[in-house]
């Protein structure tokens, strides 16, 4: 019989580590002289919208901006009712936050036992990864125009409306890079040096391409037709084969081709959001200044240097983005954000204290003819599922406003999808009923909240799980496969979802009924319910329980034993699903299982954590370090060790602030030496 033939759509981290796992078991079948075990590898094809690979790893340069339209009715009517997707995970939820949905979305296209968000520049976020390939058409017209509406942002006569999201140039990792090395390529290999903890964007995009190339030359000529954008892809049930529609992005040809499975990497930061009710209003407030998405910012100095900048959204890029601006020499940075949860809000201190976070509010008005911003604190109704202005609500106007940028996340680009691959992805009222007598294990918060009754439904989407995934797969269609990712560590865990999907392909791992994928993804849904901050996103009667709680509860200082004990609970268990998912895998590296992490999964479960602390712990009554200090500063980085090689992380080579971004070598001290 022929082998499969499959069309991976995206040349992001998804494709190409599922092309490298391919090409790994290729090596290691001729390496044994298993020649026929080579020709009954998948035939894989990969469909890339740019003209290199990396998907929202590679940088944008330039600045896309918007220009006020004068002819802009003068009085903006606010409505915080709209149907927002900032967070495409969660269309049908407004709890989350425009500062959220990066990693929202991230965990809300999960899997089951491993499964989905984030947004931060490692781990989960912002840098969170992914793919790249687009198109602008859909074969649904309704449904591409709700795409345009929540993808695109104009004012007046400019749109933006980049085919995909981004990086910008100067963007650092915001968690460990011990998460984001390899097994099979370390960072002693690539670079030969000791590293800081933290890394630019550049330096990681060029160790992963080099970790696919150095062993396949050929590696993308081989596998990858760049310049291609696939327009439609569809399941034709008689054929049992994907029809895929691509068009040449320099010739204008058109092609159709079938395949047998269909793996979509496209991008869970696919397309840029910004949410339509701040877009509106700088619209009809007739605001003059400029605005963008945080994914356009290429050099930005003229748009910050010497002036305010209010950025919508408190995610992982919102807090780097402030952080260049300081750098850049910003006057002020104001942060709005409607939940006060994302990276930005926990910020313990902030370099000359530049920065100011408006905590539990939205923009609601362009004030002082054009030039200024009014923030208005919000409170959420569980009722109506959306965020109302609060009674007697606290303002914030800030008169002299020069840009916005909206750090509001993406959407996954699955626009080439036909309805039917994705409409089970994309349902997040699908729920699930606890067992009677049900009660949450007796937690640090338990003798305050009580045993609390769960929410007759239970929606596991909004934690780790999406209703129609299994591992990856579609139940509905196993041959259709998604690249999602839903722990802090997410270049390693998309890495063995690769793993796990390419063993789909080969039959080397079990996809077993649809009856017991259902049931497998319920016990880990009703397992999740034991965790305080995954039981509160899926079930309402705790959520409101929690959320009751007075703003000075200890449970809102990060600093406080308690809070890092759950704050542990949390990561622990995502870190288990990864885990899992490697021994599912047979990966070719070992942190324990969903029962029990080894030493190495624990070690990197604890360099998660103290990442977060590097945050909390910055004083703001420290005057000697206030100046400088950021939380790439760690003071003590040989705490963290590669878990592959051992070797010890080592200081900046100066202070993060007057680390030199023209420099190509920025992240390495030529004294540093590898330490173990």
């Known amino acids: 019989a022929a082998p499969p033939t499959v069309v991976v759509v995206g040349c992001g981290p998804g494709g190409m580590f599922f092309l490298h796992a391919l090409a790994t078991k290729r090596r290691a079948l001729r390496a044994k002289g298993d020649e026929a075990g080579v020709e009954a590898l998948p035939v894989v094809t990969c469909f890339e919208h740019a003209s290199v690979p990396g998907g929202v790893w590679r940088a944008r340069t330039g600045t896309a901006t918007i220009i006020n339209n004068p002819s802009a009715p003068a009085k903006a009517e606010v409505s915080l009712k709209e149907e927002r997707q900032e967070d495409p995970a969660c269309p049908h939820e407004e709890k989350k936050d425009d500062s959220m949905i990066e990693e929202s979305m991230m965990r809300g296209l999960s899997i089951s036992h491993t499964d989905s968000t984030s947004q931060s520049t490692e781990a989960g976020e912002d840098e969170q990864n992914e793919e790249s390939d687009s198109d602008e058409s859909d074969s649904d017209e309704s449904d591409s125009d709700e795409e345009e509406e929540e993808g695109n942002f104009t004012i007046g006569e400019d749109r933006v409306t980049p085919p995909s999201a981004n990086m910008y140039e100067a963007l650092w990792t915001n968690g460990p890079k011990e998460a984001i090395e390899f097994p099979d390529y370390t960072f002693d290999e690539h670079f030969g040096h000791a590293l800081p903890i933290y890394m630019p964007r550049q330096a990681l995009l060029e160790y992963m391409q080099a970790r696919v190339t150095r062993h396949e030359p050929t590696f993308f000529d081989e596998f990858v037709r760049f310049n291609t954008t696939v327009g439609d892809v569809k399941y034709d049930e008689d054929l049992k084969k994907f029809v895929v529609v691509s068009s040449n992005n320099v010739t204008g040809e058109t092609t159709t081709e079938y395949y047998d499975k269909c793996l979509w990497a496209a991008g869970l930061n696919g397309r840029p959001f910004i949410p339509k009710a701040s877009s509106s209003i700088l619209v009809e407030g007739k605001f003059l200044g400029k605005a963008m998405h945080s994914s356009n910012m290429g050099d930005f100095d003229d748009d910050i240097r010497g002036k305010n900048v209010l950025f919508i959204g408190d995610s992982y890029s919102s807090e780097d983005l402030a952080l260049t601006a300081i750098k850049r020499g910003v006057k002020k940075v104001y942060i709005c954000s409607r939940s006060g949860e994302g990276a930005a809000s926990y910020m313990g201190a902030w370099p000359m204290n530049k920065v100011e976070v408006l905590p539990i509010c939205t923009p609601t008005a362009v004030i002082n003819d054009g030039k200024g911003i009014r923030c208005e604190r919000v409170e959420y109704n569980y009722k109506s599922e959306k965020y109302d202005i609060a009674e007697n ?76 995934l299994f591992r990856g797969a579609l139940m509905s269609n196993p041959n259709m496969m998604f690249v999602t990712q839903v722990s802090d560590v997410p270049l ?116 998660n954590i103290r990442s977060g602390y590097d945050r909390y712990a910055l004083d703001p009554k420290n005057k000697d370090e206030n100046s400088w200090r950021t939380f790439r500063d760690v003071a003590d980085p040989e705490e963290n060790v590669s878990i592959h090689t051992g070797t010890k992380a080592v200081k900046l080579k100066c202070r993060w602030m007057d680390l030199d971004d023209t420099d190509d070598n920025i992240h390495i001290d030529p004294a540093a030496k590898l330490s173990k």
């Open 393 to 468: 609500a606290d303002c914030y106007d800030m008169e002299d406003i020069s840009t916005i940028i909206f750090c509001t996340g993406y959407n996954p680009n699955m626009t080439m999808l036909d309805k039917s691959l994705r409409k089970e992805v994309e349902d997040y009222d699908t729920y699930i009923q606890m067992p009677k007598d049900w009660k949450m294990k007796e937690n640090n918060l338990t003798e305050e909240l009580g045993h609390i009754p769960p929410s007759k439904y239970i929606y596991p989407s909004y934690s780790t799980l999406t209703p129609g």
């Open 492 to 607: 390693m865990e998309i890495d063995v979802g690769a793993w796990v999907m390419l063993g789909f392909v080969t039959g080397e791992v079990e996809l077993p009924a649809r009856e017991e994928m259902e049931r497998i993804n319920r016990e880990l849904a009703i397992a999740q319910m034991d965790n305080i901050f995954m039981r509160s996103e899926m079930d309402t009667n705790y959520d409101v329980a929690f959320n009751a709680l007075p703003d000075d509860h200890w449970s809102n200082d990060m600093l406080q034993k308690k809070t890092r004990e759950n704050e542990h609970a949390m990561v622990h268990c995502l870190m288990r699903l990864v885990a899992e998912l490697k021994k599912v895998a047979g990966y070719p590296h070992d942190i324990g299982d969903f029962e029990k992490l080894n030493e190495k999964g624990e070690k990197l479960v604890e360099m």
